[in-house]
């Protein structure tokens, strides 16, 4: 049956240790125990025809061996190099993601605009008999999880968001992980049908790890709020309460 937890590095590092050291073991038991096993014949007493030309090869053989001994030690220490330069690699490449996700969140238009915005949209569907949704998503971190790691979270969370809004769909950060999604012309069925595709995109972007858990709400316009300031009011009465530590940092961050 195949096992299905995950690998951790360090175990991964200690096995290669006893691999490295087990082969070491292996070489040095070869060596010792072929020069035992030679020693005698070729450094004998008696004189034999061809015993300088043995005696020449049983050094060349020892020579031989000790280099190939140390070609092992240099290999394992080049490995290591390497692999000691990947995982930095990998650790900025990760740092440079987690930046560029964290950015993302203050390039999303906030609060004002989105009031603005609904108002502008409230409108049009006003005048045309028509609905107006938005739908209300509310992200929190992961127990145990740094600020650098909720930030990132978030914004792969606002970016999955933004890849999956249609051309008239606009999206907006109300607050700290908490979003605004603006539906032109959208009735509620179709709200809650996009709703759930957009959990579906939000559980595959928090991962096996869930390092977010998100909260998804649709409001309706005429269902649930008959002016644009009704509307607007119930997002925000949505947003949970009371508010993370990492709000304030945020805040004064922008």
């Keep these: 049956m195949r096992d299905s937890s995950p690998t951790r590095p360090e175990d991964v590092e200690r096995?290669?240790?006893?691999?490295?050291?087990?082969?070491?073991?292996?070489l040095l038991v070869m060596m010792g125990g072929m020069v035992a096993l030679m020693y005698p014949v070729v450094f004998s007493h008696e004189d034999f025809a061809g015993k300088h030309s043995l005696q020449t090869a049983f050094l060349g053989f020892c020579?031989?061996?000790?280099?190939?001994?140390?070609?092992?030690?240099?290999?394992?220490?080049?490995?290591?190099?390497?692999?000691?330069?990947?995982?930095?690699?990998?650790?900025?490449?990760?740092?440079?993601?987690?930046?560029?996700?964290?950015?993302?969140?203050?390039t999303l238009p906030d609060l004002s605009q989105f009031r603005d915005s609904l108002t502008m949209q409230f409108r049009r569907a006003?005048?045309?008999?028509?609905?107006?949704?938005?739908?209300?998503?509310?992200?929190?971190?992961?127990?145990?999880?740094?600020?650098?790691?909720?930030?990132?979270?978030?914004?792969?969370?606002?970016?999955?968001?933004?890849?999956?809004l249609r051309e008239e769909d606009s999206i907006f950060r109300l607050y700290f992980g908490y979003f605004g999604i603006l539906l032109p012309e959208t009735n509620t069925a179709a709200a809650n049908e996009y709703a759930h595709s957009l959990e579906d995109s939000l559980a595959d972007a928090a991962g096996i790890n869930n390092r977010f858990i998100f909260n998804l709400r649709v409001l309706n316009y005429p269902e649930?709020?008959?002016?644009?300031?009704?509307?607007?009011?119930?997002?925000?009465?949505?947003?949970?309460?009371?508010?993370?530590?990492?709000?304030s940092v945020y805040a004064g961050c922008k």
């Excluded at 096995?15 to 292996?26: A, D, G, K, N, P």
């Excluded at 929190?140 to 968001?161: H, R, V």
């Excluded at 649930?224 to 709000?247: C, F, K, M, Q, Y």
């Design 63 to 106: 020579v031989l061996y000790i280099l190939l001994f140390g070609y092992f030690i240099e290999r394992q220490r080049t490995i290591k190099k390497l692999r000691t330069r990947l995982t930095e690699d990998a650790q900025m490449h990760t740092q440079l993601q987690r930046e560029a996700s964290a950015e993302l969140l203050h």
């Design 224 to 247: 649930d709020a008959g002016t644009a300031h009704e509307l607007a009011e119930a997002v925000v009465n949505l947003r949970p309460d009371p508010v993370s530590p990492i709000e």
């Design 126 to 164: 006003s005048g045309s008999q028509g609905s107006l949704s938005v739908i209300v998503v509310a992200l929190k971190s992961a127990a145990g999880s740094d600020e650098s790691e909720t930030l990132a979270a978030f914004g792969d969370a606002a970016k999955t968001l933004s890849r999956r």
């Design 15 to 26: 096995h290669e240790r006893q691999l490295s050291l087990l082969i070491c073991v292996t």
